[in-house]
């Protein structure tokens, strides 16, 4: 028995040794990664490991600010593709040549922007900042992840998370808000709904930080430009939602197009290599905008393209996007000893290690299954329009205007009644116009069939004939429902406006119809923060409902309705003039108060502050109280404010807790600065405490300019619902 024992022994080894002879150890799922990575780097030439630093794109790309020459023979050894196609199929053959016609067989990265949705579209990044629900993101994203999963995708590039004070710009709505700790909140949320528990599970994909970083800073709110940015500001706005989203396991940064202080977001090793990665520790994979790296000599730093490689590889961008930079040039510069081999090394193995983490090597292909299978799912639906409902925000209602009563006619006029893609907002995804429902469509299902639709106006335009069919209507109505606000293209990448009101037309409709004299509710439908002081005095009510999503009009309809029962909360301060802009809740104290430091012609105070938001119930809140007014480093105490529901109608309640350090004599602080926050549904008739346990090293810390964070003894104050506490650190 025991030789037999033996034997069996004795071939097991043999049979393995065998096997792990045969197969490479970058060949064998059952070998921890970082062996695998190694493993393959070292048996790759320079030119094998300079195409795994290049992204292409593969099928019609529908981005039209991003132009240029495609790659129409794409070498089967290309790191990475942008992909446009909806199905796997192309993915599958791309995989194949990858896998058998080239001397390694390393897979393609795929990636495309999935931002809010892949073919069923959520509300934009903004809304949802304004749900303050951020595990609704997560489950938003992770269906967004299945269904691009599906469709042959690996990568996502989002989310977005560049802080932004400055509603000029148009990608102020792809952002979560002009709070870093809303923004790092929900950059925490996406990307774990993207990534899931594991990388390589399916229906899982990698998320994409971006745009590493202050592009949210752009200068006087156009796009591509100059950003003007202290350490000091670096550090409070705009890089904690990055540190956040690297804790969160973001598997890849994408270099930005802005000129930081001087030196290009893509050429700037400070940002990227000396805070992320030797900072932070992050290990993944850096890929640079669109034509970034070209871009640098366009920023005026470099003479060429070879110039724009040399900087933006040293600077710490791994992978070059669409703009061949790399490709042309890396191969002569390792040659020059301009770029060294060992940071080629450092950029291909961090390519390497998100494709072994995804899983491609071990399971590259997709299932090519029904369209109907994995798209627009019931589940998915009515998701998007819980969603939809929770990003609403009631910004004014006075006399209780909304919710419209049932069985009352109403007239909805406006040139959002009857948009479908203007609804879905800019980065749509694969999302589909006839997919979408209208609001007229929706709100006629809602008010079983009492509506007069008449558009009365074009979104801008000098045409005022539609104005005298809108007028009657609103006089033959019980109630008005106008659908102002912008395309969807009006936001978005390469979408700034100088002007955040309305279109002139849309203000012009707005008066004629108030000649009615019949309650009047205006629903935005927007990427910004608009100025709409001459218009809301002729509104009872106002509904900030976004770019809500393929259920979006549903969500408006059953809001308007009273089946939803609005608890949005603004995530960015909508201003009173432009003139006040920037305009952002967490400035810094003034050297004066009073009327000193205020303007001659206009208030400084906002129309609607961030953290506004209105619900049909009636909440009212007790004064914050403290478990303790002192504690010391190493403790914690808890604040508490308790939260009734005075009225009839249940509703959902979110409250914002804020810090404020009055005196910091290392650096000022922000008036006060959101720390916590919290939603509730709240029964009518009932109460609920809210709490926030206060822990000094992670709620009563600061960083320094150089990212230090520190922490001063002294007094404290945290406030909620309009009232506040002191305390003192130890
Ligand atoms: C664009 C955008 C970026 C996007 C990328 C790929 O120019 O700046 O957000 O992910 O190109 O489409």
Redesign the pocket.
Known sequence: MKTIKAIAIILAAVVLSAFSWKTPVYKDASQPVEKRVQDLLKRMTLQEKIMQMNQYIIGRND?S??RGKVVAKIPPEIGSL?YFYEDPETRNDIQKRAMEQTRLGIPVLLGF?VIHGYRTVFPVPLAQAASFNPGMTSKLNAIAASEAYSAGIDWT?AP?IDVCRDPRWGRIVECYGEDPYTNSVFCEAAVKGFQGKNLSDKGTIAACL??FVCYGASEAGRDYVYTEVSDQTMWDTYLPPYEAGVKAGAQTV?SA?NNINGIPASANRHTLTDILKNGWGFDGLVVS??DAIAQIKLNGMAQDAAECAELSVNAGVDLD?KDNAYAEHLEQLVKEGKVSIKRIDDAVARILRVKFRLGLFDDPYRENKPQEEVFMQQESLELSEKAAAESMVLLKNDSSVLPLRKGAHIALIGPLAEAKKDLLGSWRGKGRADETETLAAAMQREFDGRVTVVEGCSFKGEDRSGFAEALQAAQSADAVVLALGEKSGWSG?NASRANIELPEIQQELLREVKKAGKPMVVVLFNGRPLVLTQDEPMADAILEAWFPGTRGAAAVAGTLSGRYNPSGKLPVTFPAHQGQIPIYYNKRLPARRGNQGYYFDVTVKPLYPFGHGLSYSNFESSPVTLSADKLSKGGKITASVTVKNTSAVDGAQTVLWFISDPSCRRVTRPEKELRHFEKKIIPAGASETFTFEIQPERDLSFPDSQGTRFIEAGKFIVSACGTQAEFTLE
């Open positions: 981005n600010n991003n942008i922007d590039f977005m971006k745009h994408m197009f905008d669109w996007m990448e």
